[in-house]
């Protein structure tokens, strides 16, 4: 078997500060569990442009194409605000997306118990919340045609269109239980088949999909207006949540809240299946570069430290490894360590990010 190939990505602010973390834990899997990854770095974003001219070289895009999964840190800052267009940051960052063609959006919303009290609900409505919503990324109402501002008469019109095709809606639904499979075997579909006609197609095709491909899948579905309410009133009920983009954009983000510090999220993007069967892939903690606390050891690297637990669990199949960093992150966060953005206003004192992913690995050991 080849050895498994990663392309991390640091980018600016903190992107390098919280990736040199993940590159320990990294370490640690290749020394202690005997699951080498081939690394290459590079650099995008800022990093790149300074170097470069360019967010990201058209060698570091090949590279992304070649290996197993892409790992990105963080792009952007102040510096670049000025810069043109064309060669801002972030540009690095969506022709990743774009050229990868990157369709499913994976945003977990994870509560650990240590932390249910940063929730604004109740804590037994959050402790131990695991549900993952995979979000349609590349098609809806945010591309379809027409689109516009026109004039009517002697007033404007603001025009967008909600269009899927039945191929669309198929691979994020095979995304949705491929990944239901892998966890709790469970998925509920969100759309408005009541009032549109592409929430009734979406319906038909994930039904389907689900009776052809996957009976073994448990498979509801909910109205997306609904599923608001229920991720508010009881999330638990809830293991894999697969919706369009729009519902999927508001829906993540009332997901990720209920969990607290924007320091805890991770993200993956995931496409089409490879030639070795693993998905195309790049993970990415959701925060930003960060750079109010860039290069002064503040930030909390666990965001990102999950997103590689992402990679265990949905590239490389390793779903006991993901378990088992996942559960040193929680035995951390049981002691009493906290990074500054997990702490009250009266907390003592924080962990420096190097400190919380030393207190990670010393987890990792103590699990073996
Ligand atoms: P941000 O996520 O960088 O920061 C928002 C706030 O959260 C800041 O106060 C920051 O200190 C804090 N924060 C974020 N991550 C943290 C962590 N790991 N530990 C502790 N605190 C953390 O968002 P922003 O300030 O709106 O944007 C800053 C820059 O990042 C901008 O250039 C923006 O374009 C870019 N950005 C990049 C991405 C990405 O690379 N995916 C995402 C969002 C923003």
């Not at 990736?19 to 834990?25: G, H, L």
């Not at 966890?183 to 408005?192: G, H």
């Not at 448990?218 to 599923?227: E, K, P, V």
């Not at 209920?258 to 991770?266: F, I």
Request: with cysteine; aromatic share 6%; glycine share 10%.
């Amino acid at each position: 078997m080849t050895t498994p190939s990663l392309l991390i990505l640091p980018g600016d602010g903190i992107g390098p500060e919280v990736m040199a973390e993940v590159r320990k834990v990294i370490d640690w899997y290749g020394a202690k569990r005997g699951l080498a990854f081939d690394v290459t770095e590079d650099l995008v974003g800022g990093a790149a442009y300074d170097a470069h001219g360019v967010p990201l070289t058209d060698e570091t895009m090949a590279k992304a194409q070649e290996v197993d999964a892409v790992l990105l840190g963080a792009v952007g800052g102040p510096q670049y605000d000025t810069l043109d267009f064309s060669v801002k940051p972030e540009r690095g960052l969506l022709r990743l997306r774009k050229e990868m063609d990157l369709y499913a959006n994976l945003r977990p919303a994870q509560c650990f118990d240590a932390l249910a009290d940063f929730s604004s609900l109740k804590r037994d409505v959050v402790a131990g919340l695991d549900i993952m919503i995979v979000r349609e990324l590349t098609s809806g109402i945010y591309f379809g045609e027409p689109r516009g501002i026109i004039r009517e008469g002697n007033e404007r019109v603001g025009i967008n269109t909600q269009r899927y095709t039945e191929s669309q809606i198929a691979r994020i639904a095979r995304s949705a239980f491929e990944l239901a499979r892998k966890r709790n075997n469970k998925v509920c579909s969100m759309e408005k088949a009541n009032v549109m006609e592409s929430g009734i197609l979406w319906r038909d095709v994930v039904t389907e999909i689900h009776d052809a491909e996957y009976p073994d899948v448990a498979l509801s579905h909910m109205y997306a207006d609904a599923g608001g309410m229920q991720l508010c009133r009881w999330p638990k009920q809830f293991d894999v949540i697969v919706t369009d983009n729009l519902f999927g954009d508001l829906l993540s983000d009332v997901a990720a809240m209920l969990t607290g510090s924007l320091g805890m999220l991770p993200s993956a993007s995931l496409g089409a299946p490879m030639e070795n069967g693993r998905p195309k892939a790049m993970y990415e903690p959701v925060h930003g570069s960060a750079p109010d606390i860039a290069g002064q050891g503040k930030a909390n690297p666990i965001a990102c430290i999950l997103s590689f637990a992402m990679a265990l669990r949905y590239s490389f199949d390793e779903g006991a490894e993901a378990d088992r960093l996942e559960g040193a992150i929680e035995t951390v966060l049981a002691s009493g360590l906290r990074t500054a953005d997990l702490m009250g206003p009266d907390g003592g004192t924080p962990a420096s990010t190097t400190e919380m992913g030393d207190a990670v690995l010393a987890a990792l050991n103590a699990s073996l």
